[in-house]
């Protein structure tokens, strides 16, 4: 395993890093043309499945299939089942015909787990979410559950707190000016 802090390796002068090859457009392809690969060890259940079908209607289909020259699925598994779920007849796919075999098998592996290695800045996080459900933006199509966007949203819990026991409910004749940051309790003793 290379040292995380050591230098990157520099590229071959002749390697496909270093070559103006890759994918050069987007084409549309129908979905039986796409050959999964028998070997993806990437999994999604139904309900992921199920939210990137929600996403490809909400957004479109934005992220495109990538394959190998013989029609093999490199990355886009899931893509591919959403849009057999929503019943498309094609797909839009990027071409990748400058990678070996050994380079195809292992950016099958890297393209899944690379993603997963990114972290989130969660102030912004919560801005964002926030922002968006301020404007009435539907937030079950971004991915995270709901107790979850509840967390980003409530982050203390309080909208959903219910009065101690101990403590005896305010009524409509007197004027709440505490709030327990705990429990969400508000209280005082004023009258009106």
Same mark, same amino acid.
């Given at each position: 395993m290379r040292d995380r802090n050591a230098a990157?390796?520099?590229?071959?002068?002749?390697?496909? %890093?270093? #070559?103006?090859?890759?994918?050069?457009?987007?084409?549309?392809?129908? !979905? /039986?043309? &796409?050959?999964?690969?028998?070997?993806?060890?990437?999994?999604h259940s139904p309900e992921q499945i199920?939210?990137?079908?929600?996403?490809?209607?909400?957004?479109?289909?934005?992220?495109?299939?990538?394959?190998?020259?013989?029609?093999?699925?490199?990355?886009?598994?899931?893509?591919?089942? %959403?849009? #057999?779920?929503?019943?498309?007849?094609?797909?839009?796919?990027?071409? !990748? /015909?400058? &990678?070996t075999p050994k380079q195809r098998r292992a950016y099958v592996l890297a393209d899944n787990k690379l993603a997963l290695n990114a972290g989130w800045d969660d102030s912004l996080l919560s801005e964002e979410i926030t922002a968006l459900h301020l404007q009435d933006f539907?937030?079950?199509?971004?991915?995270?559950?709901e107790d979850v966007i509840a967390g980003i949203l409530d982050p203390e819990g309080i909208g959903n707190a219910e009065a101690p026991k101990d403590f005896p409910e305010v009524g409509d004749d007197i004027e709440t000016d505490h709030r327990?940051?705990?429990?969400?309790?508000?209280w005082s003793g004023k009258t009106k």
């Amino acid at each position: 395993m290379r040292d995380r802090n050591a230098a990157l390796p520099v590229p071959a002068a002749n390697s496909p %890093a270093t #070559k103006a090859s890759g994918p050069r457009q987007i084409e549309q392809w129908p !979905l /039986d043309r &796409l050959k999964p690969y028998s070997r993806n060890a990437r999994t999604h259940s139904p309900e992921q499945i199920a939210q990137i079908a929600a996403s490809i209607q909400e957004f479109g289909f934005t992220n495109p299939i990538l394959v190998a020259s013989d029609d093999g699925i490199l990355a886009g598994h899931g893509r591919l089942a %959403a849009a #057999k779920d929503l019943k498309l007849q094609e797909v839009p796919v990027v071409v !990748l /015909d400058h &990678l070996t075999p050994k380079q195809r098998r292992a950016y099958v592996l890297a393209d899944n787990k690379l993603a997963l290695n990114a972290g989130w800045d969660d102030s912004l996080l919560s801005e964002e979410i926030t922002a968006l459900h301020l404007q009435d933006f539907d937030l079950s199509v971004l991915g995270w559950s709901e107790d979850v966007i509840a967390g980003i949203l409530d982050p203390e819990g309080i909208g959903n707190a219910e009065a101690p026991k101990d403590f005896p409910e305010v009524g409509d004749d007197i004027e709440t000016d505490h709030r327990c940051p705990s429990c969400g309790y508000e209280w005082s003793g004023k009258t009106k």
